[in-house]
Structures are given as structure tokens and as C-alpha cells.
């Protein structure tokens, strides 16, 4: 369970796009971490310099004391689209997490150790998907399709797990089932775990800490009691918020306010893209 530190880290694309802004953050070994923020706040990005997609402009991140460079196979990576190979099995797919160790050639061959298959099904068994490691992943739903990619993720062996939107277009039953075998998988592993989600409720109830971002700033480090209606207001929509908040003395409506209310996108469900859920 490694120690991540950003230091000073900026990110600009061309001349002027500010993706993330002077990030100082020290997260813990095997805390589960949640990124909150609007699209475009830098959440994605964030997660693209850790597992070494993305260089950052000025400053230095560092993963259990190393500087982060191109082979960072103790990174593991849950996705937003499953990336899984859709005629295969979900076994083969999670099997598929050894591709570091194993190679391109021996893997295309099915070289694999007994050690990797065992792997792959305890991964399996790990996300509740152990009876169905024969099914082939196409048939399966999108819930089940992402907890292979956790399993994926896991067979790689990783010491820092990030998860970039891992539930953005599923059903709010489906959401929590990955976000429960994510956290299960987290703390089984001793992994140090972040992952960015739009949900607010999913997220106050699977993260130890949270980070919101909104222009590419951290603007809020807290636990679950610190998440209130009024913090998530100031992430997501900053001075619109505040300017709201004067206008209407008396406070906003319930689901009608400024902040995400109970019937908002941002509570629960999908992520604000309009995108239609998938049963688990």
C-alpha cells in the first residue's frame, strides 16, 4: 500500500488550457479516495499523471517514494467503457491482467502460469462473478462487465488502484454493486484505492476521503461529515452558487436548489450525460 504525494503539480495543455492547478496532496497508504468535481475539473487528468498517461507540466508526483514514469505496472486501472474483449471469457478477460508480467506474444499464445489462472479466479471471486468466469463477457451486463474489469485490474497485481468514472453509465443498483466489490477488492488487497465518480450519495457512501476539484483546484479535502449540501454546492457550481444563495434568502426548494436535491443526477443514478443505465 504505497504513499501518493503531488507536489506542486500542474498540468496545461497548448497555451492556456489549465487542467490541474499547483496540486499539493498527500494521500495515505489504503485509503479509499473519491474525486468529486464538474466535468472538466481535472479529475481525469489527475488520474491520467498517476498512471503515467499524462506528464505533468511543472511539479513531481510520487507512488510509495518513486516518481511516476512509463512502466507502471503496480498501478492498476478500472475504466470508464469496460475495454473488455466481448467474445471472450470473463475468466480469459481477467486473465488478461497478467499481460505485463507475461508479455503480448506468450499471452496471445494462452501462456499462462498456474499461478495467473489462479489469480484470475480468485479476482473473479472476489467481484461475486466466480460461477460465471466461463460466461462470455459480451453477454454479460454492464455492472457485470465492469467488476471483470476490476478483476482485470486486480490479476495485474497492482499497489495503487484508480477507477476513472467506473459506474457513470449504470442503473443506481448496479452502481452500488461495483462500487461495493471496488471497496471489497480495495481493502482485501490492501490496496491504496482513488477513483473520481458524479455520484454524490454513492460516493458519501463508499469514500473515506474525498477530493473536489473544480478548475483544476483542490477546493475541498474532508471525510463523509464534511461533505455537506453547501460544499458540494461551491464544487460544482462555485460562484453560481453563491450568487444563488443571495438571491433567495430563504434558501433553495428541495430538488430545486442550487446544490444536487434528492431527484438530481449528481445524488444518484447517472452521471449528468444523459447516458441510459445498465442493470448489474
Not at 173 to 200: C, G, N, P
Amino acid at each position: 500500500m504505497p504513499t501518493v504525494e503531488f507536489d506542486s503539480v500542474s498540468k496545461v495543455y497548448g497555451e492556456d488550457t489549465v487542467a490541474l492547478d499547483d496540486i499539493d496532496i498527500t494521500i495515505e497508504e489504503g485509503e479509499f479516495v473519491i474525486l468529486l468535481g464538474p466535468s472538466g475539473a481535472g479529475k481525469s487528468t489527475m488520474l491520467r499523471v498517476l498512471n503515467g498517461l499524462t506528464q505533468p507540466t511543472t511539479g513531481t508526483v510520487e507512488i510509495g517514494g518513486q516518481r511516476v514514469g512509463d512502466n507502471r505496472s503496480e498501478v492498476g486501472m478500472v475504466f470508464q467503457e469496460h475495454y473488455l474483449i466481448e467474445n471472450m471469457s470473463a475468466f480469459a478477460n481477467a486473465l488478461s491482467g497478467a499481460l505485463s508480467r507475461n508479455g503480448i506474444f506468450r499471452s496471445a499464445l494462452g501462456f499462462h502460469d498456474r499461478e495467473d489462472k489462479l489469480r484470475a479466479l480468485e479476482a473473479l471471486d472476489t467481484v461475486g462473478l466466480l460461477k460465471e468466469a466461463d460466461q462470455r463477457a459480451g453477454s454479460m451486463s454492464g455492472g457485470q462487465k465492469q467488476r471483470v474489469g476490476i478483476a482485470r485490474a486486480l490479476v495485474q497485481e497492482p499497489e495503487l488502484l484508480l477507477a476513472d468514472e467506473p459506474v457513470a453509465s449504470l442503473d443506481p443498483k448496479a452502481a452500488r454493486d461495483v462500487m461495493r466489490y471496488l471497496k471489497v477488492a480495495a481493502q482485501e488487497h490492501d490496496l491504496t484505492t482513488i477513483t473520481s465518480l458524479h455520484q454524490v450519495n454513492i460516493a458519501r457512501e463508499f469514500g473515506d476521503r474525498f477530493l473536489g476539484l473544480r478548475d483544476g483546484e483542490v477546493i475541498f479535502d474532508g471525510r463523509t461529515g464534511d461533505l455537506t449540501m453547501e460544499v458540494m454546492d461551491e464544487i460544482y457550481y462555485g460562484e453560481d452558487a453563491e450568487a444563488a444563495d443571495i438571491l433567495d434568502d430563504d434558501g433553495p426548494a428541495a430538488g430545486t436548489g442550487t446544490g444536487p436535491g434528492p431527484d438530481s443526477d449528481l445524488v444518484e443514478g447517472t452521471a449528468p450525460t444523459g447516458e441510459g443505465g445498465e442493470g448489474a
